[in-house]
């Protein structure tokens, strides 16, 4: 019998790949089972499962990409996707609700960052709350910019001790046009970085170099105590 139990699809039959990163301190899996068995129980045998699981999936606001979904017999449907990686709070000022809120490399507005939350920089002098709810893009292209900075150095933010993103002035809300971004990092130490690398003009040295450049830096520093340091003027490192 073709509609019979075997072809039915339970929670502990869909498989997550990679599994759930420990910042997410919710139940991707079960969120969206939920969401999907109340229209009815789920079978192997429908035709539209794939795609439904897709989509599903895709629509949770900690999921950036959903990579690939099977389905296979007994009843298995394993979902491959990208999860959304926090790299930045975004710091409020009292008159929005002093809040700081956890953002992606695409500035989309993510819940608590978990494990991740006490070794994020903070993207400091953003005027406005977010366009969205949670789930959704920040729409503020000023925000976008220090996410995308904040993407860059994501690996050495640790090493480095990087705790600030600054933009360079004030920017009025939506604008980001010649709006640079500076790194503060715990000795004082002040790195400017320049534009975002969305914003960035053919001259500016691309994002991976300019990582290269800090790289090599620190690594051959020997001074201690905080120094500003322009990027753009470094030589290039191995």
């Not at 949770?60 to 930045?88: A, D, G, I, L, M």
């Not at 005027?127 to 292209?141: E, L, T």
């Not at 991976?208 to 800090?214: E, P």
Request: proline content about 11%; hydrophobic content about 40%.
């Amino acid at each position: 019998m073709t509609t019979g139990p075997q072809y039915r699809v339970e929670l502990d039959d869909i498989e997550l790949h990679p599994q759930q990163p420990p910042w997410i301190e919710t139940d991707i899996r079960a969120e969206v089972f939920q969401q999907l068995s109340a229209r009815g129980p789920l079978s192997l045998l429908d035709d539209a499962l794939a795609v439904d699981v897709a989509e599903a999936f895709a629509a949770h606001r900690w999921v950036e990409q959903v990579e690939q979904v099977r389905k296979s017999h007994p009843s298995r449907v394993t979902v491959n996707v990208t999860y959304r990686r926090p790299v930045c709070l975004v710091e409020l000022p009292d008159a929005t609700g002093g809040r700081r809120i956890a953002v992606d490399r695409g500035a989309v507005v993510l819940p608590g960052a978990g494990t991740l939350e006490d070794r994020l920089p903070v993207l400091v002098g953003v005027r406005v709350p977010p366009a969205g709810p949670i789930g959704q893009p920040w729409g503020d292209p000023v925000v976008l910019g220090g996410a995308e900075v904040a993407a860059a150095v994501r690996p050495y933010v640790p090493l480095w001790g990087v705790t600030r993103i600054i933009p360079s002035r004030a920017p009025a809300a939506g604008v980001a046009e010649g709006i640079e971004y500076a790194l503060l990092c715990v000795d004082g130490t002040r790195i400017i970085w320049g534009p975002a690398p969305g914003d960035a003009p053919p001259s500016e040295p691309e994002a991976d170099r300019k990582v290269t450049r800090l790289k090599s830096f620190f690594q051959q520093r020997a001074e201690q105590g905080p120094i500003d340091i322009d990027v753009r003027r470094l030589p290039d490192g191995e």
